[in-house]
């Protein structure tokens, strides 16, 4: 290991306690001396053993419970599994954009649960219930991949412009990856009021399809290809 | 009065997980008023993290019958499993599956369309005859699944979370039974008495007592921290799963699915040693059995990597395909955390501390227990336990893979239909003294007051995790565990002199991880007790000075208090569906 391996982590810092107003930290940290080789460990090594005022959520750390979405160096991602080989020696953290800051990094969700829940994420069926498993082909089932995974960290509404502008009344790529998620259920006997129920202005159409929200997605999931697939569905569905 | 503000419920649960959300939603789908307390938002519970499989003799694939699936689950528990709790879980087994199949959980599928079932260690049919498939799985995100169908489902039901507060000590009424317990709200600090006719815990495992560990990082054992600081027991402690494949260094987990899917451990010398310790079941024996026999090969100077300090998992052969549907999330963790692709190269694994077998014991509706004087079960009133918190005993000395999920699922509803009755019935509201709720927020207070200058946590926990790791790990011996067990207390000690230096009200997560660490060390120390205690080899618990099992003295379950006081409770003999399973050699 060479002798010096300094990387220096520029934090946004705010506790409505103590801060009028938001700033910047900046830290100095021997990655010779972190256990663990992610972005997260580095976090909980400041934590630990520099300043235990720093905040953040983690969980899993592993990248699947979707607690430590940040923004580093201007992208969104999840710490525990951004690799620091492929970080710059300088990295600026910022909460997730967007949504208010509850302190450091970490930031209010409800908006963002709001509208995972304006989608009725859950199976809706009312055909009488089979005694054993309600049969699904594998080619059905197979429809449900790349929309069942999503950890609901945020870091595509986050990065989503048109949420930025409508954060109210544009669900986001996250809750429209939900919709889809039992819009495309063979189980799912709601589709048609599912689908009419994102047919205003504003909850599906505001996507402009700049797909910010793929490129950031750590779980490589495709919201801008769920809309689309729904907007097919709706246009099917008029003719 | 007191200036704490109280809430009042029909039931306060804590814990979200898939035990927590199971029992919300009995409750909240027959009307009653029940809050979910949880420290991370619902989905971001542990259980998220679950891979392999939820076991179920739903025959999907093979023949296979309840009775079977009860026989393996005894067994591979070493005879310690209470036998009326294991029928009941695996007799309830296809029906609560089958209910999370109707609740929308997208299980991978078989050509016919029924549910995709993969073998795991252990399973077998005909009472330990051939492997079979009976790990019902999506994909190998099937915990995923699982979290977010049902909170999903809690959710259309309208179920009261209280996401991100963090329960703090039980509350007792004025008879002594549990009235609710103490929270405080992460976000803003306020502290609350949540009231409640019943308390369910289920609060989840406590991995981070060792160094190396699958779990994740919520894993502090709280539930069993405030029963114990309560008065109340824990139960059969000194038995720690160790998974044979957790990532060597990392701990992420590498589900023993991929063994069930084809995968198999090699040493340095690509020997498939399995072969040598376990001829009939080979890669697919009990972890216990495996994650010894990968130890010796380490010890013996067999293991694989410059530091020879793991052993390999070979899963290329498998085949592109097999790794893409069954295995994609495995290949993922792999990529990220051991920068190896299986597809290509066999993966470096190490034994790795996984699963709490032990808990707060009770009953098979979910009751809490506690054992008197003269070594009688006695109820506590108000208390009830599911999921790894709890002992309920179907683990034994050592637990089946995918009986976890399914532990979860049939206990959690388990106690909402016991509960659903009792409150029908009628469950008084507790009558409490301000002086109780006081006390319960005596530990907040000392964090929150403490002075600078004090002993530093972190070089506290590191030291616990350390002494857990060397002394309490897969293999044991008397003078190491009567020495790791001095240095605990020592630690425990300095603990109450320890400084929380951050002391803002909001969102201080400085102050959950000093709660988290009385838990923590809470748990540390009985685990060390019982297991300095337990003077046999048993399951996981791995003794080299005395390495038999030892039914004469040792056929019965440690029960112990926090005063360092142990009981004992007889291993339940009186299934009443199925004949029993005499006591006997444990079958490989
Ligand atoms: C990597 C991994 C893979 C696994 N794979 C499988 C598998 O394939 N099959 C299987 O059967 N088992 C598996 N297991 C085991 C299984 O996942 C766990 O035993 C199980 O999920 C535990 O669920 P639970 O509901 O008891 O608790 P958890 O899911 O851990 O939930 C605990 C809950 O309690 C809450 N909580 C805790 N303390 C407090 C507090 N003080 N205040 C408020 N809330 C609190 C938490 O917020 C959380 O909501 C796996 C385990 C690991 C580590
Ligand atoms: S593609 Fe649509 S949802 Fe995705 S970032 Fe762009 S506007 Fe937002
Ligand atoms: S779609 Fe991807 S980025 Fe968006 S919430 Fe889900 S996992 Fe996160
Ligand atoms: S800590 Fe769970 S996704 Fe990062």
Redesign the interface.
């Known amino acids: 290991m060479s002798e010096n391996n300094i990387m220096q982590v520029e934090i946004y810092r705010f506790d409505p306690e103590l801060d009028k107003k938001p700033r910047m930290q900046d830290y100095q940290v021997d990655l010779n001396k972190v256990p663990g080789k992610m972005l997260l460990d580095v976090m909980m090594y400041i934590k630990d053993h520099q300043d235990d005022t720093l905040t953040f959520r983690r969980s899993c750390r592993e990248g699947v419970c979707g607690s430590d979405g940040v923004n580093i160096n201007g992208k969104n991602g999840l710490a525990c599994i951004t690799q620091l080989v492929d970080l710059p020696k300088k990295v600026i953290l910022r909460p997730l954009p967007a949504l208010p800051v509850i302190r450091d990094l970490v930031v209010d969700m409800a908006q963002f649960y709001n509208q995972y829940e304006k989608t009725e994420p859950y199976l809706q069926n009312n055909e009488e219930l089979p005694t054993k498993e309600r049969l699904q082909s594998p080619e059905d089932r197979a429809k449900l991949d790349g929309l069942y995974e999503c950890i609901l960290c945020a870091c595509c509404t986050t990065a989503c412009p048109s949420f930025w502008w409508n954060p109210d009344k544009f669900l986001g790529p996250a809750a429209l990856l939900q919709a889809s998620r039992f819009i495309q259920d063979s189980r799912d006997t709601h589709t048609q009021e599912r689908l009419e129920k994102l047919s205003d202005p504003f909850s599906l159409f505001r996507c402009q399809g700049i797909m910010n929200c793929v490129s950031v997605c750590p779980k490589g999931l495709n919201p801008t290809k769920a809309i689309g697939a729904i907007r097919n569905m709706m246009i099917a569905l008029e003719a | 009065m007191s200036s704490v503000v109280t809430r009042e419920f029909d039931v306060v649960v804590v814990g979200a997980g898939g035990a927590g959300l199971r029992a919300a939603l009995e409750l909240a789908a027959s009307g009653h008023n029940v809050a979910v307390i949880s420290k ?2 619902p ?4 259980t ?2 679950a891979q392999g499989g939820i076991s179920a003799a ?1 025959g999907n694939v093979q023949p296979d019958d309840w009775r079977w699936h009860f026989y393996d689950t005894v067994n591979g528990g070493d005879y310690l499993v209470d036998q009326n709790a294991a029928e009941y879980m695996c007799r309830v087994a296809p029906q609560a599956v ?1 209910e999370l ?4 959980l ?10 995709y079932q993969r073998p795991f260690g252990g399973h077998t049919s005909h009472f330990g005859g051939q492997p079979v498939n009976r790990a019902c799985a ?1 994909a190998d ?1 099937t915990g ?2 699982m979290l ?2 049902l909170f ?2 809690n ?2 039901a309208k179920t009261n979370f209280y996401s991100e507060w963090f329960a703090l000590d039980i509350v007792k009424s004025k008879t002594g039974d549990v009235a609710g317990v103490t929270a405080l709200c992460i ?1 803003t600090g306020e502290t609350v008495f949540f009231k409640a006719r019943a308390t369910v815990f289920a609060t989840g495992g406590a991995g981070r007592i060792f160094s190396a560990t699958t779990n ?3 894993n502090t054992g709280d539930g069993l921290g405030m029963a114990l600081r309560a008065g109340f027991p824990v139960q059969d402690m000194e038995f720690w799963q160790f998974h044979p494949t957790g990532i060597a260094e ?1 701990g ?1 987990l590498i589900t023993e699915g991929a063994r069930g899917e084809g995968g198999y451990l090699l040493n340095k010398n690509g020997e498939r040693f399995m072969e040598r310790y376990a001829p009939h079941l080979k890669d697919l024996s009990c972890r216990d059995v495996v994650s010894r026999a990968s130890m010796i090969e380490i010890r013996e100077g067999r293991g694989a990597g410059p530091n020879g300090d793991h052993v390999l998992l070979k899963l290329d052969h498998l085949g592109t395909d097999v790794i893409e549907k069954r295995l994609p ?1 495995i290949r ?2 792999s990529i ?2 051991a920068g190896v692709d299986p597809m290509k190269d066999p993966i470096p694994v190490v034994p790795t501390c996984h699963y709490m077998m032990g808990g707060i014991p009770t009953n098979i509706d979910g009751q809490a227990l506690t054992v008197d004087n003269s070594n009688h079960d006695q109820l506590i009133a108000g208390l009830y336990a599911a999921g790894e918190a709890a002992c309920v005993s179907v683990h034994g000395a050592n637990r089946l893979g995918t009986n976890s999920l399914l532990d979860l699922v049939v206990f959690g509803r388990a106690v909402g239909i016991t509960l659903t009755n009792q409150l029908a019935e009628g469950l008084a509201m507790p009558e409490v003294e301000d002086s109780a709720i006081e006390q319960a927020l005596v530990r907040v207070n000392r964090w929150n007051n403490s002075t600078d200058g004090g002993n530093d946590p ?1 070089t506290i926990r590191l030291a616990m995790r350390k002494i857990m790791q060397e002394d309490f790990g897969v293999f044991r011996e008397e003078n190491a565990m009567q020495s790791g067990l001095a240095k605990l207390k020592k630690l425990h000690a300095d603990l109450q002199n320890a400084t929380l ?2 002391k ?7 102050r959950i991880e000093c709660l988290e660490l009385d838990n923590l060390m809470d748990v540390a120390l009985a685990t060390a007790a019982s297991a300095a205690n337990r003077k046999e080899s048993r399951g996981a618990h791995s003794r080299f000075d005395y390495t038999e099992r030892d039914d004469k003295n040792w056929w019965k379950h440690t029960v112990y208090f926090a005063d360092d006081k142990f009981a004992f409770r007889p291993v339940n003999m009186q299934p009443t569906h199925v004949d029993v399973i005499p006591l006997q050699a444990r079958a490989e």
């Open positions: 991370v938002f989905t971001r519970s542990h998220v993290s739903l089958i199949e109707h609740m929308g997208p299980f991978s599928r078989l050509e016919d369309g029924k549910i999506a995100r995923h699944a977010h169908t999903q489902k959710l259309q976000q994740a990082l919520i990392a992420c999330g993922e963790l990220t955390f972190e230096k951050d803002s009200n909001v969102f201080n997560t400085a």
